[in-house]
C-alpha cells in the first residue's frame, strides 16, 4: 500500500473516533488549537518567511503575482485573525447529532433521523495558509477526518500549522488530519475512493474541471460562475444600473461577479446609454450585441459568439437586447453555469417567474448577484459554492460537512410479524424526542 | 448528436418546466395516468401477454426463472394494484417548494432557501412493469424528467405503458419521460453528464458496481447489502434468537437480510446451541468461525475467510465469537457495506456505543435488519436504499429526488454598501415566511 493510502486509511480509521466525538470534546480541541498557534506564532511566521523568500525568487521570474505574494504573507495580525476564525469555528451550532426526525413506527419501534459526518473529507486549495486551518477546523467541528493539499507555494506555513494542529490534540484519534505535499498525492488520492468521502477542490475552473473529470469520488464545487442579471421592461433604471454596477465593479475576479447582462427591448434605450457611461467611469470594457451596438454608438465593442457564457473575472461585461423575459430565461438556462442570476423588475410576478424559471443555485430579485456568499448568507461559515444538485447547492456551510444516520431502537420487533396473515400494521406516529437524552 | 443523446436533451429541456408544475398540476396528470392505464388495460396486457409469450420460450431455454416470469406477469389485479400506486402517489405530500428556512439578511433583503427538483432523473430498472409506473409517478410528483431503462423481458410491456403515461399527459412539456431501449443507449447515458443530474440503478450488485465506476454522473444506490447483527453479552438469548432469525429466514434473498452475526464470547455458550438449532430448523445453513465450531459440534461447517463480508441472498449465515463490543464493530466497519447493522442487548449505553461507532446508514437496536425499508420506516415511497454519504443515505424516498435552492428578494441592495468604510452590518433575522404566498 502506498503512503497516500497509508495516510486516508488511516483517516477512514480515525473517522469513527471523529463521528463519536462529544460537542464539549470539539470546541475544547479547537480553543487548544488556537492558543497552540499563537504561542507557537514564531514557529509559524519563521515557517512563512523561507516561503516568502522563495515566492520572492518566483516573483522575480514571472511565475506568481504581486496579488499572490500579498495573500500568501503572514504577520502578528493575520496569525491573531486565523486564532480568532478558530475560535468563531467553536462558537458555531454543532451540525452532528440533530434529531432530523423521530417516528414511531408501531409500540416501542422507535426511528431516529440523525444528522452524522461524512467521514474522510480532502481539501484541496489555494496558496493561503489561513485557508488550511479554517478547513480543518470545520472538519473537527462536524467530527470528519481532513486529507488537506495546499498551495505549493505555501508548504512550509502549512507544514508548520499542520504540525502544530496535529501536536496540540495528542488525544484525538490518530489520523485524523493528514497532509498531502506532492502531486502525485493528490492523483492517487482520486482513486481512493475506499476511503475518501468527499473532495473538495478549490481554485481554477481547469483545476476543478479536471477533478471532476478523474474520480468517482463525489466532488464538491463548482467550475464556473457565469451570473446573468436580466433588466426587465418593468425595472427601475437607476435600480438596474445600480445593481449590475456593483455585481461587476465591487470585486470582479471571483465567481459571483455578474458576466453578463440582459436587457428587455422595451427598456434598452432608456438603461443601455446611463448603464455603458457607468461602466465606462468604472473603466469596465463593454462588450454588446448588435442590437446593443445600434442603440449605443460609442463605448461597445462588438461581442463575439464566444462572449456568452464567459466568465471573465475581470473589469469585462456582455450586454444583450433580449425580447421578453423567456428569452432571458433560455439564454441563461443554455450559456449560465447554474451559479447565481438575477433579475430587476418592479414586476412580482415576472420575477417569480424568473426565479422559477431560471435553473441555478441562487436566483435574485433586486439584488446584486455579490451576495451570493455563506458569510452574507449567514451560514456562519463556508465550505464552497456548488452549482451541482446533489447533496449541496449554493453556498455551502458546515452542513455540507454531514449527511444522515438513522438510528432504530427496538424491544426485539421482527418483521414476520408485520407480513403474512393478520400482519400487524405500522403506525408512524411523529416523536418529539431526541434519539439519545 | 445521437439519438440518446437528443433524448436526454429534450428530457433537460423539460425540466425547465416540470419544476414549475403546481401540486394540483401534477396530481391531476397522475390521476389521469392513472385513469389512462385503467381504461387502457386491454393493451397493456395484450403487450404483456406478448413479453411473457417470449418469456416462456426463455425459460424452457433456462434464461430466466419462474420467480422472473411471475415479477414479469400482469393482469387486471395487478393493474389494478397499478393504478392504486399512482393515486397513492397523488396523495403524498409535494416535496418540492417547501421553504425550508428564511431569514432576513438586512432591512428588506430576505433569503429563502426552498426545496426543488434535480432536473432529469435516471433509472436502469428490474423487469416488474409496475417498477416503470412507479418511478415515472415519482419523478413527476418531484417535478423531475425521468429516462427510464427496464428489464429487456418487459420490452413490450414497457413501451406500451411509457406509451400511454406520455398520451394521457399531452399539456406536460414535452420530452419529460423518455424510454431506453437497448444496452448501448444506456452506455452512452453514462458521458451525457450535461443533461442527466443521477442515476439510480437498481439490480444485481456487479451491474451497480458497473455504473458506479463508469460514470461522473452522481449514482444513487447500493451495490452490496452485506447486515450484521452483534448478540451482546448482556442480550436477552430468546430475544437474540428470534431477532436474527425473522433477520435471515423472514426473506433471505433481500439487501436487509442478515449474513453474519457476532456474539460475544460470555453469551456465546447459551446463544449458539439456540440460535443453530433454530436455524437447523428452517434449513439454513450455518458456517461458524473456529470458536463457534469449538462449542456447537453439529449443525456447522467451517466459514471461509471469504464469509466475512460476504452478502449471501440465500439461506447461508456466518457466524463468529468476539471479545467484546470493540470487536465486533470493528469487524462490523472493515467487512460491512454500510447498509444496516443491529445490536441485542439490554444495556442502554453498549447499544449507544455501537449506533454511534459503527458506519452504517442504518443502526438498530433489539430490532431485526429487516425493517430497513422506505415502507416501514414511513417514507411513503421508496426510491432506492443508498449506502453511501453523499446526498441521499439508507432508505430514500421522494426527498432523495429533490434538492433546494435559494431565493434572494431585495430592494435594490449592492454588496458595496456592507463592505468599505463604515459598512452597514447583516443582521440575519430568522423570519416564519414563505417564499410566494
Known amino acids: 500500500m502506498s503512503e497516500m ?25 479547537l480553543h487548544r488549537i488556537a492558543d497552540s498557534i499563537w504561542s507557537r506564532r514564531g514557529e509559524v511566521l519563521e515557517a512563512n ?3 516568502m523568500a522563495a515566492a520572492a525568487g518566483m516573483l522575480e521570474c514571472g511565475v506568481i503575482t504581486t496579488a499572490m505574494m500579498k495573500r500568501l504573507a503572514l504577520n502578528a495580525d493575520k496569525v491573531q485573525e486565523i486564532v480568532d476564525m478558530i475560535r468563531n469555528v467553536a462558537a458555531l451550532d454543532d451540525p452532528v447529532g440533530k434529531t432530523l426526525q423521530a417516528v414511531e413506527l408501531d409500540e416501542g419501534l422507535k426511528l431516529f433521523k440523525v444528522t452524522s459526518p461524512l467521514g474522510v473529507v480532502a481539501v484541496i486549495f489555494e496558496s493561503r495558509p489561513d485557508a488550511l486551518t479554517q478547513i480543518a477546523s470545520l472538519c473537527m ?50 482513486k481512493l475512493d475506499e476511503y475518501v468521502d468527499l473532495i473538495i477542490p478549490r481554485g481554477s475552473n481547469e483545476f476543478v474541471s479536471y477533478i471532476q473529470s478523474n474520480t468517482s469520488i463525489p466532488v464538491l464545487g463548482h467550475a464556473d460562475g457565469v451570473c446573468h ?15 449590475c454596477h456593483d455585481a461587476k465593479v465591487q470585486y470582479p475576479s471571483v465567481c459571483n461577479a455578474v458576466d453578463t447582462i440582459l436587457v428587455h427591448e422595451a427598456i434598452a434605450d432608456r438603461f443601455l446609454p446611463a448603464m455603458v457611461k457607468r461602466f465606462k467611469e468604472s473603466e469596465v470594457e463593454v462588450r454588446g450585441c448588435r442590437r446593443v451596438n445600434e ?57 417569480e417567474t424568473f426565479m422559477e424559471s431560471v435553473d441555478s443555485a441562487s436566483v435574485f430579485w433586486n439584488a446584486s448577484t455579490r451576495f451570493a456568499d ?30 444522515h444516520k438513522y438510528y432504530l431502537k427496538g424491544g426485539g420487533h421482527v418483521v414476520a410479524d408485520y407480513s403474512g396473515v393478520n400482519p400487524k400494521r405500522f403506525m408512524h406516529r411523529p416523536l418529539d424526542e431526541e434519539w439519545k437524552d
Chains 1, 2 share one sequence.
Open 229 to 243: 442579471i436580466y433588466v426587465d421592461e418593468e425595472a427601475d433604471v437607476g435600480m438596474a444600473v445600480s445593481v
Open 49 to 51: 518567511g523561507r516561503d
Open 141 to 190: 467541528k462536524s467530527g470528519n477526518s481532513v486529507l488537506l493539499k495546499g498551495g505549493t507555494e505555501a508548504r512550509n506555513s502549512n507544514r508548520m500549522l499542520y504540525k502544530i494542529i496535529d501536536e496540540a490534540c495528542p488525544a484525538l484519534p490518530e489520523g485524523w488530519i493528514q497532509i498531502m505535499e506532492d502531486r502525485e498525492e493528490v492523483s492517487e488520492l482520486l
Open 374 to 403: 455563506g458569510y452574507r448568507y449567514g451560514l456562519g461559515s463556508e465550505v464552497g459554492i456548488s452549482t451541482g444538485k446533489i447533496h449541496a447547492r449554493g453556498p455551502t456551510g458546515l452542513d455540507g460537512l454531514t449527511i
Open 5 to 29: 493510502a497509508e495516510k486516508a486509511r488511516a483517516a477512514r480509521r480515525a473517522s469513527y473516533g471523529m463521528a463519536k466525538m462529544s460537542t464539549d470534546a470539539k470546541n475544547a480541541a
Open 295 to 351: 442603440k449605443v454608438t460609442s463605448g461597445v465593442v462588438e461581442a463575439a459568439s464566444g462572449d456568452w457564457g464567459k466568465e471573465y473575472l475581470d473589469y469585462i461585461v456582455a450586454l444583450k437586447v433580449v425580447d421578453d423575459v423567456e428569452e432571458a430565461v433560455d439564454h441563461i438556462n443554455a450559456y449560465g453555469s447554474h451559479h447565481t442570476d438575477a433579475i430587476v423588475t418592479a414586476n412580482e410576478e415576472t420575477a
